[in-house]
């Protein structure tokens, strides 16, 4: 189909159905989002969602793309790495990358709004209040609640974790499906700033507690407040169904996040009236069908725990933005190479997110895992093309995540028998590391 | 809940639906069926599902456990092993267990209709024509297309594998689900009786022609016809795709399945009229929400490759029966009970199924195969408590499925290393049996 002047329909004006909007539309399409929630710009609420996310080279370079980074990164924080909170309110720092690197703390209603903005100055029509129910895939139809069908020459579902078109695909023949929540939950927390305006904590870090089965995190703000997140199982003995009173709250906090506690003013009533989310993945296949295609967490819902839900949306974007210039125009050998390329990179990053829990709320307190960053480090310096620990290659580079999930598993292999030799914490510096590289 | 007139609702009048309501009559509830389809007995259609079934062990101690074990066995044709068609024409035969040990070729219409009869001969009322779109949970109330509500005590979803009570569970927290389609596909050809009113093959047997990527199997019916079925790629060199004329038809089948086709005069148009079928598999978990359950294919979906679809829900229906002598009424505790049994069970039996396709397609006619099935004998004849055959585990016995899928892996390990040991073929008599028993 030829660009100029095709009608493009994308259910959904989050973030990745604005940013796609504003590539489509800087291509000559005519572009037209159907939103199911109202302006959030004009009501002024945020939907359902995380208050912050971390927005890495890849969602930048997408940004990039539009000519829009400058503008996000003047609402971002900065965070190098990760602060570590021990039991005793110890605190060690642990970089994310190389000196220079880091990922960055953004408003998720900020940088919507952002987009959305920037798709009306392009052209984007939003309509809001159009809540999609049934999709023609052939002609490009939606259905909406208010009776109004719309055709166009192409839609793609932006439309997040519960996706109306994705519905609609899990109907057809063939379409394979899975929806998997793990069994923690999480409930967002306010920690406003300190009584003398200040961040009660290290704004410059993406804080943690990590606790085993469970953890704390806080993301900086701009307005010098954190949004912590506590992740912590649904049901059992140390449980969101547990803590049934403010005093189990107090009790709970005082011996597991006592350093945070003081910051957490409202806590005890924040607990009870805060939402207790779940988290859910989804990987799907198909992606595209007639003359729709998904796109971002309508076709690779993640949990949040590699913070590259936005990441990977955003990406998704870009390399559809890439393939419309290689092609020309969308058509079924675009659709065929979208799919080819996004669907194994939405699996790995779907699969390294859930890992990353075991990490952030586990491994990062363990001193063999702040050894093998060490070591990791070291490899990288000594053979910086060579040996890439999967955090950068994840998070810094521009590696397929699926290359960067075979290439992690290859490393992680032989980290393990790196750390497994005797005395290992006395003598790293001493390893062979020409001899580990060529391992690989 | 008592079960004294605790009314219940069924979705589905389906083998496992009928069932099921005999089971609950049998214990004093008040049971409807509702089946979105019109009443088979008086359509004389049977709706999109394969003809025959292989019935065995679990679902003959279910049919035994309602008294109509021996009525349903009068409309059986044993099978008691496979018979390998090669390239070439050549038979042989593959005993599926002990001398005496048999599946047995039944058809779904005749069980059916046999089935439903019964269950209303209990007093149970089958309402037809009653499409299901929406459930609640808690009132156990069946919305359904025609504008009827109807509320019970408790709602089974025995409604297959596009279940309505499962799309309803889909939506809510934390449900997890998994639709998996392979790339194979099925169509069903006829066998009709030859000339002079014989069966055109040996009638006590599963008829197999394995050619690596596909197979043609045959199962015998009643009237001395067989029901073909030819499992094939949907796309690719070799598949439906490829198969464009009866020209295409005729070669393919001339150079793979020689024998059988003098035996298949509508074959030409049989191909291109029959349907293309997919074939799925369903997991998800929960089964139980407030006052409604899974069962039988619309809990786990199974492709048809062990012969268990239909086993496995009777066992489900054995299984809830035994739970409701042991709880006294369909309560919490027994829910609980009935979701930590058969969930395992089903996603065991659900790989078990998967496995089987690539051992009937293409295992059987490997010698190494072959010579597994002596060794296995023999350990079985010296062991019979120890060493039981992962066929037979699934098929003649009660092991539970999860059990057998872990010892079957055990066991497979170990032959495998039996199997590489050099000139086996000449020495396997010779092995140490005791030792090798030794290893599980």
Same mark, same amino acid.
């Given at each position: 189909m030829d660009s100029q002047k095709q009608r493009i329909s994308i259910l959904g004006a989050g973030l990745v159905g604005s940013l796609l909007s504003i590539f489509l539309a800087k291509k000559g399409y005519s572009v037209t989002i159907f939103e199911r929630r109202s302006d959030m710009r004009k009501a002024g609420a945020i939907g359902g969602r995380s208050i912050n996310l971390a927005l890495s080279r890849r969602g930048l370079k997408a940004l990039e793309a539009v000519g829009l980074k400058e503008k996000v990164q003047e609402s971002c924080i900065p965070m190098p790495g990760r602060m570590i909170h021990d039991l005793e309110g110890n605190l060690s720092f642990q970089p994310y990358g190389k000196e220079g690197q880091f990922i960055n703390s953004v408003s998720r209603g900020g940088l919507n709004e952002l987009l959305m903005s920037e798709a009306e100055a392009h052209g984007v029509e939003i309509r809001f209040n159009h809540k999609c129910e049934e999709v023609d895939f052939d002609t490009a139809t939606?259905?909406?609640?208010?009776?109004?069908?719309?055709?166009a020459d192409f839609l793609f579902g932006a439309d997040g974790a519960f996706s109306a078109l994705r519905s609609a695909m899990q109907k057809t023949d063939r379409f394979n499906y899975t929806q998997e929540?793990?069994?923690?939950?999480? *409930?967002?927390?306010?920690?406003?700033? =300190? &009584?003398?305006g200040d961040f009660a904590l290290d704004p410059n870090a993406l804080h943690i507690w990590p606790r085993g089965e469970y953890m704390l995190i806080a993301l900086p703000n701009l307005d010098k407040s954190f949004t912590c997140t506590l992740f912590f199982p649904f049901e059992g003995k140390i449980s969101f169904e547990a803590i049934k009173t403010e005093d189990d709250v107090q009790q709970f906090f005082e011996s597991k996040f006592k350093d945070a506690l003081p910051f957490l003013p409202e806590l005890k009533t924040e607990f009870f009236e805060n939402p207790t989310s779940s988290l859910i993945?989804?990987?799907? *296949?198909?992606?595209?069908?007639?003359? =729709? &295609?998904?796109?971002?967490?309508?076709?690779?819902?993640?949990?949040?725990?590699y913070g590259q839900g936005m990441n990977a949306g955003f990406e998704d974007c870009f390399v559809f933005n890439e393939l419309l210039e290689k092609h020309g125009a969308i058509n079924p050998a675009l659709l065929a190479e979208y799919e080819a390329l996004r669907i194994p990179d939405g699996n790995a990053i779907a699969d390294l997110a859930l890992y990353n829990f075991i990490e952030m709320r586990d491994k990062v307190a363990d001193p063999m895992f702040v050894l093998q960053k060490k070591i990791e480090k070291r490899l990288n310096e000594l053979f910086p093309k060579k040996w890439v620990p999967l955090y950068t290659m994840v998070t810094f580079s521009d590696f397929r995540y699926s290359e960067a999930h075979a290439l992690g598993k290859k490393q992680q292999a032989i980290m393990d028998q790196v750390l497994a030799q005797p005395n290992i914490e006395e003598n790293w510096e001493g390893l062979d590391f020409d001899e580990i590289v060529g391992r690989l």
């Open positions: 939606a259905h909406f609640e208010n009776g109004e069908k719309v055709s929540y793990i069994s923690a939950g999480y *409930k967002e927390l306010t920690m406003p700033p =300190t &009584a003398n993945t989804v990987r799907c *296949k198909p992606w595209v069908k007639g003359n =729709t &295609a998904l796109i971002g967490d309508a076709a690779h819902a993640l949990v949040p725990f």
